[in-house]
Nanobody, 125 residues
Framework: QVQLEESGGGLAQPGGSLRLSCRAP???????????MGWYRQAPGKQRELVATITYNRITDYGDSVKGRFTISRDNSRKAVSLQMNSLKPEDTGVYYC????????????????WGQGTQVTVSW
C-alpha cells in the first residue's frame, strides 16, 4: 500500500478553478516512476469514474466529461501529481481520489492500486 497525501479541493463557483495535488513521499523515486498516477472521482449515488491519469513519461488520459477543461501534470522529482480544474461545472462536484497503479483498468473500470483518502470538490453558487 502506497501512502498518498492529497491537498486542494474545496468550494468553487461554476466557471471557476481549483487545483488538486497529491504526493507519494515515502516512495523511492525510481519506484514512483514505474507507476501510473491519476485522479478518479465519485459523486453521491454514482460509481467512481475516471478524471485523468498520467504515466511516468507523461502520456495522459482524460474522462470525456473533463477533456479540454482539466489538465493533469506530474513532477517525478517531487513524486507528485497535480490536477488543474478550470471551467468548473456543478456536475464536477464529488470526492476526488488520487491513485497510483501499474496497469490501466478496463474501460469504465477502476484500477487496482493504492488510493488516497479523497478530497471534496463542490461547485456551486
Amino acid at each position: 500500500q502506497v501512502q498518498l497525501e492529497e491537498s486542494g479541493g474545496g468550494l468553487a463557483q461554476p466557471g471557476g478553478s481549483l487545483r488538486l495535488s497529491c504526493r507519494a513521499p515515502r516512495l523511492i523515486t525510481s519506484v514512483f516512476n514505474t507507476y501510473i498516477m491519476g485522479w478518479y472521482r465519485q459523486a453521491p449515488g454514482k460509481q467512481r469514474e475516471l478524471v485523468a491519469t498520467i504515466t511516468y513519461n507523461r502520456i495522459t488520459d482524460y474522462g470525456d466529461s473533463v477533456k479540454g477543461r482539466f489538465t493533469i501534470s506530474r513532477d517525478n522529482s517531487r513524486k507528485a501529481v497535480s490536477l488543474q480544474m478550470n471551467s468548473l461545472k456543478p456536475e464536477d462536484t464529488g470526492v476526488y481520489y488520487c491513485t497510483v497503479h501499474r496497469e490501466s483498468p478496463p474501460p469504465g473500470g477502476v484500477p487496482q492500486g493504492s488510493w488516497g483518502q479523497g478530497t471534496q470538490v463542490t461547485v456551486s453558487w
